[in-house]
């Protein structure tokens, strides 16, 4: 039996279970809280993001010991990340494992809420991804500079899932944003969910690279239908993409913690000798067994 076989229409397709997936995770309830809503991005999220990606919320550090603001969704690599928790269940990640963060607002109906949460985005660009000039991507043999490469930043979104300014008021916001700040720093996409997506424009077409930027984008849901399948193409790509870094995170653990102990040197010689070249034998002692 022949299929007949059509990508475009398997994305359409796949686009649409999980628009209709996520719309029906959002039905509302009486009382329901904000937390609520985030919660159900980040599990939305984990059902279609690949598993070895953990999704959760915290904060970021760097080995500097800068910490970030609080963040709705962190994804890390998993497989590089080892985990931070406090007593009472707050999380922490190196930002050298971080892939993306994101921020989940019920509305972004306001200039002031809207630089809000660029400015919870920003304090997580901020970190230094390099750890002082150490952290090392193994996979691809090169050194994590976030300040100039893209695919060594963090990639950072906002997800909104109710009202939200005008597509307009947004360009200009983002743009005037823009102009204000290190690219670095920048925003990769804004997400309005069945609204618009904005990102940026670069030489080869619509892209969230703030790098090879040449313009602010805003694509609107009455253009195209499949915008949260275009936000899912977008994280996963970049999440794939990001490099993480092989720098020890143990070394995080040993500088954090100074170790003050009693040492015993031998009395001979400036610096002591090793220990494997003292004769062999048992040390004198007052005290009788």
Not at 63 to 79: E, F, H, P, T, Y
Not at 84 to 106: D, H, I, L, Y
Not at 154 to 160: G, H, Q
Not at 249 to 277: E, F, K, M, T
Request: a negative charge.
């Amino acid at each position: 039996m022949m299929l007949n076989f059509s990508l475009e229409n398997l994305l359409k397709a796949s686009g649409k279970r999980m628009s209709d997936d996520l719309a029906e995770r959002l039905i509302s309830h009486p009382g329901e809280l904000g937390a609520d809503r985030e919660q159900i991005i980040r599990q939305f999220l984990r059902t279609y993001l690949p598993t070895r990606f953990d999704i959760s919320n915290g904060f970021v550090f760097d080995s500097a010991g800068n910490v970030s603001k609080q963040l709705d969704i962190i994804v890390s690599n998993s497989l590089v990340c080892p985990r931070f928790e406090t007593a009472g269940g707050t999380r922490f990640f190196p930002c050298e494992s971080v892939v993306a963060v994101g921020q989940v607002k019920s509305s972004l109906n306001s200039r002031r809420v809207f630089r809000e949460a660029i400015a919870n985005l920003e304090s997580v660009k901020s970190l230094d991804r390099s750890a002082g000039g150490k952290a090392i991507d193994t996979r691809h043999t090169e050194k994590i500079d976030h300040l100039r490469n893209h695919l060594h930043q963090i990639f950072t979104f906002v997800f909104v899932v109710g009202e939200t300014m005008e597509e307009d008021t947004v360009q200009t916001e983002l743009m005037n944003y823009v102009l204000a700040t290190e690219p670095h720093l920048w925003p990769n996409i804004i997400f309005a969910l069945k609204k618009y997506l904005a990102t940026f424009c670069c030489d080869y077409g619509i892209c969230p690279n703030p790098m090879d930027a040449r313009g602010v984008a805003l694509q609107s849901a009455s253009e195209d239908d499949d915008l949260l399948m275009r936000f899912y193409v977008l994280l996963g790509g970049a999440i794939e993409e990001t490099r993480v870094s092989a720098f020890s995170y143990w070394d995080y653990l040993h500088g954090a913690r100074p170790w003050s102990a009693q040492v015993w040197y031998s009395p001979n010689g400036d610096p002591p000798p090793y220990l494997h070249s003292l004769p062999r034998g048992v040390l004198n002692s007052d005290e009788e067994d």
